[in-house]
């Protein structure tokens, strides 16, 4: 069980191009609600929701207001800081709306709009330059996994994704199989575990052990209620990004509590 008290869990709901803004308002408010009736510790378990861009400034302001225990964050960030770069978002942005997080790298992003090893590193240390925590997403696909075999392709990414990164940097880690995002075949705890463990051995070797031991390493794909506490039990996996199950709140709710209803 991981049980590393430098690693709070940390529980992330990836909305991706779901919600407008006023569904969003919704939904974080009946989500904190939800969580709070059921009496969450969110010191215990950190709780983020990525919503789409629009959506950031209607949730900061209803996190803000009604004093939320809520962390939120955006789910990509440009390279650059401003100027002529149509439809990007800068991280000076994403400061400005109190974001917390950013996800950088995520599998859509490297396979739908081709973002290489080299434009993901560049994001990170644009993230960190606004002192937003880079959420790093790695992962294999089915013909990675059969022809380099487990845990070479995102460990690959992970070093490239450090480039830029030193060791005061707060990160987090996500390691998502893409053949498992969406196929309701999860990577099982042991898989999830020997990938999570080789990306801790990456984070010692290239930014010392002190933070390799505190940076968390979330598993994401296909997550569900009935199966995360499976993943929370393993010593180097410490919480999850959360899909499509994100925008079923009795769900992430539920995968949010898994310390409650499962005996761990």
Known sequence: MNINPRRT???????????????????????????????????????????PFTDLR???????ADKLPLAFGAQDVSAQ??????????????????????????SE????????????????????????????CVGESAEDLAVHGPSAVPVAQLRAALAGVTNAADIVVAYEPV????????ATPEQAEQVAAALRGVLADTLGQDVADKTRILYGGSVKSGNIAAFMREPNV????????SLDIPEFSSIVRYQKHVDL
């Open 9 to 51: 869990p940390l529980i992330a709901g990836n909305w991706k191009m779901n919600l407008d803004h006023l569904q969003a308002i919704a939904f974080v408010q009946k989500l904190a609600w939800n969580l709070k009736d059921a009496g969450h510790d969110f010191a215990a378990v950190e709780v983020a929701v990525f919503p």
């Open 179 to 186: 053949w498992a995002i969406g196929s309701g075949q999860a």
């Open 238 to 245: 410490d919480g999850a990004l959360v899909g499509g199950a």
């Open 81 to 106: 800081d401003s100027g002529a770069y149509t439809g990007e978002i800068s991280g000076a942005f994403l400061a400005q709306l109190e974001c917390q997080y950013v996800i950088i790298g995520h």
């Open 58 to 64: 209607s949730v900061q302001t209803l996190v803000s």
């Open 109 to 136: 992003r490297r396979t739908l709009h081709n973002e290489s090893d080299e434009q993901v590193a560049a994001k990170v240390t644009a993230a960190l330059k606004h002192n937003l925590v880079p959420l790093i």
